[in-house]
């Protein structure tokens, strides 16, 4: 549940899954987050385009990211059904999308672009980016009384 692996490359062997947590640990993570970045291919998701559950699943993912992270970029590789779910899930942790760009596979194929800020795009994967509403809060109180909890 919520356990994933540290790499997909054709060299690399199997691993053990990981939760995010124990990831933070392995690669000695500062506690306070400035910004994490998720692109795991469908896997980001409450459950994953092929009905598996994804890393936000369970309640565990989400509340490591709100006690921990300032902000969260997510590649996203499913349809508007998983992005809603995901929001949804953010939304009730107190997050606010800074960016969200549904995914528009088939605009590589039909030129169809979505409008941005910064000028029409063709986005392959979406973009999702979200702002941590209860920051400095959450790691600051953490800092003060100088434990993980």
Partial sequence: EGLWGTGKSP???LQAGATLDELFDRYQTPW???????????????STPTG????????????????????VHIGLHGGEEHDAKLLAKFA??????RWHFPRNFDGWHTG?????????VQFSDGV????NTRWPTSCG??????RKF
């Fill in 92 to 97: 009730a942790h107190g997050w606010k999308v």
């Fill in 141 to 146: 109180a953490t800092l003060e009384r100088g």
């Fill in 52 to 71: 598996k559950p994804g890393l936000f699943h369970a309640e565990r993912s989400i509340r490591t990211l709100t006690r921990r992270a300032r902000r």
């Fill in 11 to 13: 060299a690399s062997s």
């Fill in 112 to 120: 169809v672009r979505t409008q941005t800020p910064w000028g029409p």
């Fill in 128 to 131: 999702l980016s979200l702002i």
């Fill in 32 to 46: 306070c987050i400035d910004m994490v970045d998720i692109d795991i291919q469908g896997g980001e998701y409450v």
